[in-house]
């Protein structure tokens, strides 16, 4: 069988050479710099992801998450501006939006949907290879990226994090494994360890303990995938955490926004 993410970045690449026919690079990066030359002072709000989270006691990054390449469907009719207002309620430190269509359900649109809607800081999950990609994040409001190790090439990584940067637009860097920790750089804010293997789609939260000790003292850490219960949270904090996203285990409920409340209360109690 095909390696799941080789499918998921072929896919994104051919997405992109189509967007570019319809919107190209240079037009796409001068929309960006007039946004950027005519913020108003409320658009130009700094919302860092890392310091929410360094600052919270619980760190969950409640993922808003319609469906799985492994599972199909999870919430075909969750609505963007319903779930993560509700997580803003209800305590999340941050929310990551998947914008990823084909394979997620998810669309960028979600990000400039809700962006007016709630102050938490917004991370733009996606596969991303093309600085034209760290564009649309800018240009709808996201307030940090997801960079995939397994995506990139270690040159690839550092140019693009360098680029989020100038754009404003904090680096989480996601390994799954040591040989990964090549992959951090002066222009990366927090490291997520994920606990999905991304050719496989298997799951296993010992790969955040495995990996602990093996990062950066002063790197905020963050643990992605797999976590289903408070208990796993605090031995994973106990263990150098500060960052906990998830997703299914909130999404699949009638109420991602009460689940994700009662999870907290657990969490923190």
Not at 93 to 115: M, P
Not at 168 to 193: A, K
Request: glycine fraction near 6%; hydrophobic fraction near 40%.
């Amino acid at each position: 069988m095909a390696d799941i993410l080789e499918q998921i970045v072929a896919r994104k690449r051919q997405e992109l050479e189509q967007q570019k026919q319809l919107l190209s690079f240079s037009e796409l990066a001068s929309q960006v710099d007039y946004k950027l030359s005519h913020r108003s002072c409320g658009d130009a709000v700094k919302r860092s992801m890392r310091q929410s989270l360094a600052d919270s006691p619980s760190g969950i990054i409640a993922e808003f998450k319609r469906k799985s390449p492994s599972k199909g469907w999870i919430k075909e009719e969750g609505r963007v501006d319903v779930v993560v207002p509700g997580y803003e309620q209800a305590g999340a430190s941050a929310c990551s939006i998947l914008t990823n269509g084909y394979y997620f359900g998810g669309h960028l649109n979600f990000i400039e949907k809700v962006r007016p809607m709630v102050n938490l800081p917004l991370l733009r999950k996606e596969f991303i290879v093309d600085e034209y990609q760290l564009l649309e994040a800018c240009m709808v409001g996201a307030d940090a990226v997801l960079l995939i190790a397994a995506d990139l090439t270690v040159q690839e990584c550092k140019t693009l994090a360098r680029v989020s940067h100038d754009l404003g637009l904090e680096t989480l860097l996601e390994i799954h494994q040591e040989n990964e920790l090549d992959y951090l750089n002066d222009s990366i804010d927090m490291v997520g360890v994920n606990n999905r293997n991304l050719g496989t789609f298997v799951t296993q939260v010992e790969n955040s303990f495995r990996l602990a000790e093996k990062l950066p003292a002063d790197m905020l850490k963050v643990s992605e995938s797999g976590i289903s219960n408070a208990e796993t949270v605090r031995e994973l904090r106990k263990a150098g955490f500060r960052g906990f996203l998830i997703g299914e285990c909130f999404m699949k409920t009638a109420n991602p926004a009460e689940s994700l409340k009662m999870f907290i209360e657990q969490v923190t109690r």
